[in-house]
């Protein structure tokens, strides 16, 4: 058991490692420069010399490889560089950005999960009956819809046409709203990414619900359980359900790595002050240590969803557990 978890992590950690090389490479590989930017309007004023003390001064004149072993050892020290667009630690920037990240995501998986699960189940249950139909089809028409198209018609529709709410930022400009005031206020600005990132979201856990209780239906158990004159309540939640969740929880963990990168698109739309946005602002800005960064964050709440459901599964299902002891 110890060498089974021994080289899930080692390969964990060599996921991570290729990531950040490549997380590294790509901005720099993109073309231009970001002299302008370091240097400011002025940097066609600057003489050559200027110019390579300026780069030198950020190590942008050393080799890519040198400046990626700097990288991991700045990372290895906690130390995420220093915006070149906002002169601030990067840390800062993150850890200011985050918390909207953690909402946004957050709120959409647990109402996807919960009315993909439920929605699910019902599906399921009542196989080949216009509500199941009436509900594939709605799930399936949401799967195919892109999210920026998705939030841009609510914005058009609820946004500017009815204008029952706000289309852009999390809080409200110079409001000064302070205590239940200023949630509320939160709240009513969040009402549309969230819609837009659940109904992205859900149409996959429908589906892989739907489909799992549907291979459940057809188990002998089920059919004993009704031979004994269980009530219905009972087959669904302690038999049907507890078994036809355990690929659920694997997608639902590798959802939340695709939530927190897919989120980007709905928070750009919406302008939601999150790390999506922030990843954004840094292409156009070619701020390489914020890209780098945010970068790094999805990428670790991958990983780190990745490993959750490998120590989750087990634990929802014995047979993994005695499969795991007989790994060599």
Not at 22 to 45: I, K
Not at 52 to 66: K, T
Request: with cysteine; glycine share 8%.
């Amino acid at each position: 058991m110890l060498q089974f978890w021994g080289r899930k992590l080692m390969q964990y950690g060599l996921v991570l490692l290729l990531t950040l090389a490549l997380n590294f490479s790509l901005p720099r590989l993109m073309p231009g420069s970001p002299l302008q930017l370091l240097a400011g309007e002025d940097v066609g004023l600057l003489s050559r010399a200027e110019r390579e003390e300026i780069m030198a001064r950020h190590g942008l004149d050393q080799p890519l490889w040198r400046q990626f072993t700097l990288y991991l050892g700045q990372l290895a020290k906690g130390d995420l560089g220093y915006s070149y667009r906002q002169r601030r630690p990067v840390a800062v920037i993150i850890w200011e950005r985050l918390p909207w990240t953690v909402l946004l995501t957050g709120s959409a998986l647990a109402l996807s999960a919960l009315a993909g699960v439920v929605c699910g189940t019902l599906a399921a249950w009542r196989r080949g009956r216009i509500s199941d139909l009436g509900m594939l089809s709605l799930f399936i028409f949401l799967d195919s819809m892109p999210s920026f198209w998705l939030g841009m018609i609510l914005v058009a529709l609820f946004g500017s046409s009815l204008r029952w709410f706000p289309v852009f930022g999390a809080q409200s400009p110079f409001a000064g709203y302070t205590g239940w005031a200023a949630v509320a206020d939160v709240l009513h600005h969040l009402a549309l990414p969230l819609t837009t990132l659940t109904l992205v979201t859900i149409a996959g856990l429908f589906l892989t619900v739907r489909y799992s209780t549907l291979g459940v239906l057809g188990e002998q158990y089920i059919t004993v359980a009704r031979a004994k004159g269980l009530p219905e309540g009972r087959i669904v939640f302690r038999h049907v359900l507890r078994n036809a969740l355990l690929p659920v929880i694997t997608l639902f963990m590798l959802s939340l790595g695709f939530v927190v990168s897919g989120a980007t698109v709905v928070e750009t739309v919406f302008v939601w002050p999150g790390l999506g946005r922030l990843m954004f602002e840094a292409v156009l800005q070619r701020d390489y240590p914020v890209l780098q960064a945010a970068f790094m964050m999805v990428t670790v709440c991958v990983i780190a969803a990745n490993l959750a459901a490998d120590l989750l599964y087990p634990l929802a299902d014995p047979r993994v557990r005695i499969e795991g002891r007989h790994v060599r």
